[in-house]
């Protein structure tokens, strides 16, 4: 995986990458901030491994400021993930539109049968 798209893919495919952006999305934060909420369940190089694959996706920037190292969430990494999904999402739409008007045209067609008229 050499694109920048698949790397993206790729660190967004897992929940606890998504759940760092997500910490992120709020503010800087320390490896040792990220790693809090997972700390239970993995140790702090597996946490560190999962920010590598961030920072290397170009999702997340880290920073040195004199003893601490902040991460930062970069949102323009996501404009390509944004741009690609943009054409479905104007497929679907237009796919939604056609189906909506012929299901207009069917129940306009329709008659009413005794059961649906009331005395």
Partial sequence: MT???SLTFAALSDPTRRAMLSRLA???ASISDLARPFLKKMSLPAVTK???VLEKAGLITKTREAQWRPCTLNPEALRPVDDWMEQYRVLWEEQFDR????LKTVTSKQ????????P
Avoid at 99 to 102: F, R, S
Avoid at 112 to 118: F, G, I, R, V
């Fill in 26 to 28: 709020q503010g800087a």
């Fill in 99 to 102: 189906l909506d008007e012929y």
């Fill in 111 to 118: 008659k009413p049968t005794p059961k649906d008229q009331k």
């Fill in 50 to 52: 999962h920010v590598k």
């Fill in 3 to 5: 694109d920048t798209l």
